[in-house]
């Protein structure tokens, strides 16, 4: 959009104008949200962040938007249960129903913080939450790579904000629909940002 109206800037500009404003955009934004939905699918995966290995762990509803995203240095009992503890706090509720892998420290975390939801950890069942890291390996190769747990964490946070409100899955709805909730998208941005 900036080129078309010749516009032109550098990408040190971009990361710093990010730096200052994405936090409170995404905030914004988090506020606005209607909820989500009553399923969540849950998945970590392995992420080097200066050369360590640390864990990437993400929940999405039945719909796709992003639930919640954490980086941890550990996949152990007492990490799942703090993603655990900071998803449901961010949900403001607990889900109906729970999918996830068969890793141990999901089971602990589901069975102290959230023992009436369904546990599902059939074999596929969790595609949904696994296809969801694909656009952030996408964004960590442009990057090259991540370089702090604590930028990489701010970067999460505000591309999951972003992507649920632009994310409209355009295959589920007629071309009028589309352009309606692509305009109330922009219209919620353009709140978030105070324009």
Known sequence: MLAQREIFVTHESNRLWCNKFGLKYAARLRQEHQGYGDTFFIDEVFIRIDGKQHYLWR???????????FLQERRDAKAGKRFFRRMLKKNKGEPRKVV???????????????????????????????????????QERVMRRIKSLKQAQRFLDVHAAVYNLFNLGRHLVSAGAYRFFRLRSFASWKNAAAV
């Open 59 to 69: 929940a999405v509803d039945q719909d796709g938007e992003v639930v919640d995203v």
């Open 100 to 138: 996830t892998d068969k890793l141990r420290s999901y089971g602990v975390a589901h069975h102290e913080l959230i023992p009436e939801a369904i546990h599902d950890t059939k074999k596929y069942a969790n595609n949904r939450a696994e296809l969801s890291h694909q656009p952030t390996r996408v």
